[in-house]
């Protein structure tokens, strides 16, 4: 008997110890939150290091989020430093011998204090160039010596030799102490620009990083600061300029024309004029897509030369929001129209038609089944690639709801289900996931194309929004590759009622063609994501213009009146033309219209009577009938998400001329740059004009997005001046 109860007590102990023991062999993780001491507001961009308890050798760093969050995974369970570092607003803070468990989260939040020690020179001014009067701010000057010394005229080289600014990797965003990282503001000789940027060759007087929110606390001494962080959000400028007029030597990087030499665009032509007479129609799919925008802002913005097939007007038109009004009811579309003088030629018109569809509220959205593919193979590594994705897909979760469900599918050289079909509010279970994402590997999107669809079969949820949101850099490169092929892979995979939405991300091997045609045969929309303010719009300001589908099939016929057009030409959507019988074919595919989204097209008309052409037709009659009010005719067909049969609307647009409102200037400065870009001909205006006519059209910008495209177009007039 003792021998039995010997061995049952010895069971029951590694029965006991065996759950622990396996606890101990999975990895561990670190996260909390940090907090400013004195105002318990949270610290985003905080510096964390994880370091070894023998030597405080760093092991892994981690940055806060936006709401002072960080995280830190895997860990091997042990004893460890943990050190937030010291930078130009905070002490340093040390935690020692912090013990990490294996399979679970270990939380250590921080109290950090402010560092009232003096920083060296601060001059405090009362203005803002081209943002806001009326806020403190504060210059570093950097000596020019200091400025030679740098190996690269790359922006971030140039900002984080001054106290308080960091880049966590070559590509990422530069980041400003005591900011969210998103609203930071970079300005090279007063031009805004952003962090991945290149110093322009020529002399430079000055580069600044300013970010926003509400003033800090000075103390008396001007030399010093003091209490620098009593707020978390404010102003603050970071200047590094020359102190002589010398021109600073600095050594060659990569040129940015070689980069974008490998990029791949499908060719695009510039729409020429056609007369009423013998081309009456004007017939294209509906497209909300925006990639073009912000993938050419990122060229410009890294000093880049844009290619000519990277702009689509339709896309920077589209980019920008303009006054509208809610359909009434039982209506899916409502439409504004305007007919003004052309700013480029005062001979001309500009038509502008905007659709809006209405707008609800994200409590009132349907239930979403989403389902993200994320390309993980090599070329996908980088802060500005897999890493954007990451930090966009966290964004995105802080907005999952629980009756949402969203999973994840990778593919490389192979396919896995990272994350299968997940209630949205399970947070960390999803972001768990999200932090494991890896790059390495060949590239199998079909492979990860046929799993994702499966995984949005299986978790399908009727009358909700159910959607593939493909994220990649566009090379593929194993099994299935070839766009056309890709395309009618994708063709017949949308009558599942499952959309194809598309992010893409990268440079260099940026291979956009296939990606937005996806998109288009996929019944999607495609976005390109650059940095984390281009994400934010996306997943964040337009959730649900993005992800929820209101009309799709959707397509647009224009009929212009010969008595009052000479000739028109659309602008953009070269794309997205479809023969005139295809409008009325149901089985034909238009485009997709999301929820509060807005469709805008603009034409240049010449006013006038159209003429008749010399090779008049033996079998049809071209009288046009005596309306000479209407200057066209919209016709616009589209599906509900689940009907297979199309609906009709219809609208009359008045010749009427107005006094040009400041949306259409604004609209029309769009198109003009976009134009311009593409070099043509018939849009005579230089980036000065341009930038006269947005400044015109501005109006309140709320969002702020109106003056960021002035200050693009400023950057692109600047370092192009002498090119």
Partial sequence: MKLKLATATTILVLLFYAPFAQAQTQPGALKGVITDKATGETIPQSLVELQSINDSSVLQTALSDFDGKYSMAPIVPGTYNVVFRRDIIYTELRYDSVVILGGQHTVLNAEREADNSTIGEVVIMWERPLVEEGRTSSSQVITSEGYESLRSRDLGAVLTVSPGVMQSDEDAAII?????SDANQVFIDGVKVRGGSNVP???VESVEVMTTGTP?????????????????????????????????????????HDVQDREEYNSIHISEFMSPLQAPLSTFGMDVDKASYFNVRRIIEQSGQVPVDAVRPEEFINSFKYAYQEPEEGQVFDVTTELSVCPWNADRRILRITLNTERVEKEDLPPSNL????????????????GLIQESLYMLTENLRAEDRISIVTYAS?????????AGDQTETIETAIRSLQAGGSTNGAGGIERAYAEASKGFIEEGSNRVILCTDGDFNVG???????????SEKRESNIFLSVVGVGQGNYREGTMEQLANKGNGNFNYFHDLYSAKKVFIEEFSSTLFTVAKDAKVQVEFNPLNVAEYRLLGYQNRVMPDEDFHDDTKDGGEVGMG???????????????ESEYNLKYQEQIPLEIHDEIATISLRYKEPEAETSSLAIFTVSNAEVETSPDQKFASAVAAFAGYLQGDDNIEMEPE???QLAREGRGEDLNGDRSDFIQLVQLYRELHANR
């Fill in 371 to 386: 389902v993200f593919l994320i390309d993980v193979s090599g070329s996908m590594r980088g802060g500005n690639r897999l």
């Fill in 689 to 691: 004009a341009i930038v």
């Fill in 216 to 256: 800090a606390q000075y103390g008396d001494d001007l030399n010093g600061m003091q209490e620098v962080n009593q707020y978390l959000n404010r102003y603050r400028r970071v200047t590094v300029r020359r102190d002589n007029p010398t021109p600073p030597t600095i050594l060659p990087t990569s040129n940015p």
């Fill in 201 to 203: 060759r020529e002399a």
């Fill in 176 to 180: 400003a102490r005591g900011t969210r």
């Fill in 480 to 490: 299935i590759s070839s766009q056309d092929e890709l395309i009618d892979m994708i």
């Fill in 597 to 611: 989204h807005q469709v805008t097209m603009l034409y240049e008309v010449v006013p006038g009577q159209a003429e």
């Fill in 414 to 422: 192979g396919v896995n289900t990272l994350l299968t079909s997940t």
